[in-house]
């Protein structure tokens, strides 16, 4: 089976580069050359992964990122950055990109992460966690089908991953979670050093779910270990 797999990178040198060694693992590549065009075109395809570099004239990567986690459908994301830029990986990967791979790259490196996400969405997929059926937990209703959430049969509009999240944590009440292992659940691997990632994922969720984020009701932390779903609000 051919991926198809959109590039958005400003050089085209490298993004010819890229391409030809793509094509190797029987993927096809649709180059971009800015983000706003890139943007476009994720828009109107859909495409197995999205492979974005962040310095990007017209829009920038990170943005093209967030923009792209702000829609329903999902699509990996890996990000290319600088050496220097380690504030780009972390907002990358704090808006929703999958992996960052670091300039200059060997295509071999880059190829090994692409299988790996390519592997981890398969995976995925055939998990249950976003696939079939409705989740009630008292006044919570999701609906993994059509991948939405009310609560007192309120709407509540979540991103591609924060609905991820919060159907991980509706599925098992009671059951606490590390960092770390949310991390592997669902962003599907585990970005080392990176935890606090799922904290800024956890407020945001927080900030849409909770009246009182200072007292939560859903989401509880377990002081020195990490979070959980509230089995009183289960029943």
């Excluded at 492979?51 to 017209?58: A, M, N, Q, R, S």
Aim: hydrophobic content about 40%.
């Amino acid at each position: 089976m051919r991926r198809k797999i959109l590039l958005v990178e400003d050089s085209r040198d490298i993004a010819e580069l890229v391409a030809l060694h793509l094509a190797d693992i029987n993927c096809d590549v649709t180059i971009a050359t800015d983000g706003a065009r890139g943007l476009e075109l994720a828009g109107a395809n859909r495409y197995d992964l999205v492979i974005l570099d962040v310095l990007l004239p017209e829009m920038d990567g990170l943005e093209v990122c967030r923009s792209l986690r702000g829609k329903r459908d999902y699509v990996p994301i890996l990000m290319l950055t600088a050496k220097s830029s380690e504030i780009d990986r972390v907002l990358g990967l704090e808006i929703g990109a999958d992996d960052y791979l670091v300039k200059p790259f060997s295509i071999s490196e880059l190829l090994a992460r692409v299988k790996a996400l390519f592997r981890r969405a398969e995976e995925f997929s055939k998990r249950d966690l976003a696939r079939h059926g409705v989740i009630r937990r008292g006044a919570i209703v999701v609906d993994l089908d059509r991948r939405t959430v009310q609560i007192d049969r309120r709407k509540i509009d979540l991103t591609a991953r924060e609905f991820d999240l919060f159907v991980e944590f509706t599925r098992n009440p009671g059951r606490v979670y590390t960092r770390s292992q949310l991390l592997d659940l669902v962003w599907g691997y585990r970005h080392e050093g990176y935890e606090h990632t799922v904290n800024s994922h956890i407020n945001r969720l927080r900030g849409k779910i909770e009246r009182d984020q200072r007292h939560p009701m859903y989401i509880l932390t377990v002081w020195g270990v990490g979070y959980k779903f509230n089995e009183m609000a289960a029943s």
